[in-house]
Structure formats: C-alpha cells, structure tokens
C-alpha cells in the first residue's frame, strides 16, 4: 500500500502564490511519476503538472509559465509551487502518484487539497 498526505492548500487573493507538498510512504519503488491533478466544480479531473523519477516534466498549457514542480526523492515527496494565481485554478488539487515498476502501473491518490483563488 502507498499512502499520500498532501498539504499547502488554502484560500488566496489572484496574483498571488501558494506551494503544495505530497508526501509519500508505504510500499514505493524507486521508478514512479509523481504528480499533481486537478477537479474544479462540474468539470472532470485534469492533469496540472507530472515529474519522472529522473526529473523530466511536462505541464497543463494552461499553468505553464506560473506552475513549478519539483521533488525530493531522499523523502518521496513531491511540491508544486503555485504563482500568478488565477481564479480559474480554484479546484481541489489531489496529488498522484503511478508506480511504473509494475505492469500494468498502478496509481495511488491523495484525498486533495482545495485551492481556492478569490479576492
């Protein structure tokens, strides 16, 4: 079993920043994606931002330029910094994380965090 406890979330004013942690623990490998996906009020989950064991990335064209994620692989965790924030990133913001060591892969979900952006 893999457990994730994700924390950072909040309520802020547009323009301005929050940052994300997801910690994981249990039974990790060391070849798994670390990301983080979104669910905003009547709309389907969508991915925000992903990082490989190696530290390749790739992110939603819509937070490209103001969202960072990064990782800690000595602690299993993975961040994601939040700048510029707009009103449509209010969401619940649930971290994932996709053990690739086995086949099929298999994905774990954190409970999420919402985020909310209004002034």
């Known amino acids: 079993q893999v457990q994730l406890v994700e924390s950072g979330g909040g309520l802020v004013q547009p323009g301005g920043s929050l940052r994300l942690s997801c910690a994981a623990s249990g039974s990790i490998f060391s070849i798994f994606v670390m990301g983080w996906y979104r669910q905003a009020p009547g709309k389907q989950r969508e991915l925000v931002a992903r990082?490989?064991?190696?530290?390749?990335?790739n992110y939603a064209d819509s937070v490209k330029g103001r969202f960072t994620i990064s990782r800690d692989n000595a602690k299993n965790t993975v961040y994601l910094q939040m700048n510029s924030l707009k009103p449509e990133d209010t969401a619940v913001y649930y971290c994932?994380?996709?053990?690739?060591?086995?086949?099929?892969?298999?994905?774990?979900w954190g409970k999420g965090t919402l985020v909310t952006v209004s002034s």
């Open positions: 994932n994380i996709r053990i690739t060591a086995y086949i099929p892969a298999r994905d774990y």
């Open positions: 990082i490989t064991s190696g530290g390749s990335t």
